[in-house]
T-cell receptor
């Protein structure tokens, strides 16, 4: 079945450091790919998405490119802030079933 | 515009009891989804309702059930609670889902269920 693998956390960075969180997927067909963020005590928020190969999703300084050849969707940000501390989830969706398949989440801790 | 709302916020039950969780979607959304976020298991899809019908179900036993009302709100019922049902239950809503397109799922804050 469909699955998403993302790097174990926590990822600990200093403010203004470069961030990469790796995500790879296994899926039938051509899924859409997403990054969601969960701040402490809150639900999930969509951070960015890409619906086809080579699409780049971007939002709030975060970027991810849909790489079909490597089945990857790595999340990057050039300069993280303390306020970016949260848990980040990579996910895929095959439209036929309308169910999001999530990775296990990566906790990001940014210190001043 | 109000987002997805869920009630209650927290819930404590004992093994064998039954529980009902509630979700109100964003106005205009007809699809409701339920996900379980259990410690160590990550986020798993439970159920998808659209226009009052169950459209898809995750790999959960039949004691997990639900329904969607004519106003598109939804309930998740869990019977014969087990310790491993302790989790954060997230509800999401979207415009009508279809087999050929995706509409963004907006998540509520969740209901935290603790089973003792």
């Amino acid at each position: 079945g469909d699955s998403v693998t993302q790097m174990e956390g926590p990822v600990t960075l200093s403010e203004e450091a470069f961030l990469t969180i790796n995500c790879t997927y296994t899926a039938t067909g051509y899924p859409s790919l997403f990054w969601y963020v969960q701040y402490p005590g809150e639900g999930l928020q969509l951070l960015l998405k890409a619906t086809k190969a080579d699409d780049k999703g971007s939002n709030k300084g975060f970027e991810a490119t849909y790489r079909k050849e490597t089945t990857s969707f790595h999340l990057e940000k050039g300069s993280v802030q303390v306020s970016d501390s949260a848990v980040y989830f990579c996910a895929l969706l095959n439209t036929g079933f309308q169910k999001l398949v999530f990775g296990t989440g990566t906790r990001l801790l940014v210190s001043p | 515009e109000a987002g997805v709302t869920q009630s209650p916020t927290h819930l404590i039950k004992t093994r064998g009891q039954q529980v009902t969780l509630r979700c109100s979607p964003i106005s205009g959304h007809t699809s409701v989804y339920w996900y379980q976020q259990a410690l160590g298991l990550g986020l798993q899809f439970l159920l998808w309702y659209d226009e009052g019908e169950e459209r898809n179900r995750g790999n959960f036993p039949p004691r997990f059930s639900g329904r969607q009302f004519p106003n598109y709100s939804s309930e998740l019922n869990v019977n014969a609670l087990e310790l491993e049902d302790s989790a954060l239950y997230l509800c999401a809503s979207s415009l009508v889902g279809s087999a050929s397109s995706y509409n963004e799922q907006f998540f509520g804050p969740g209901t935290r269920l603790t089973v003792l």
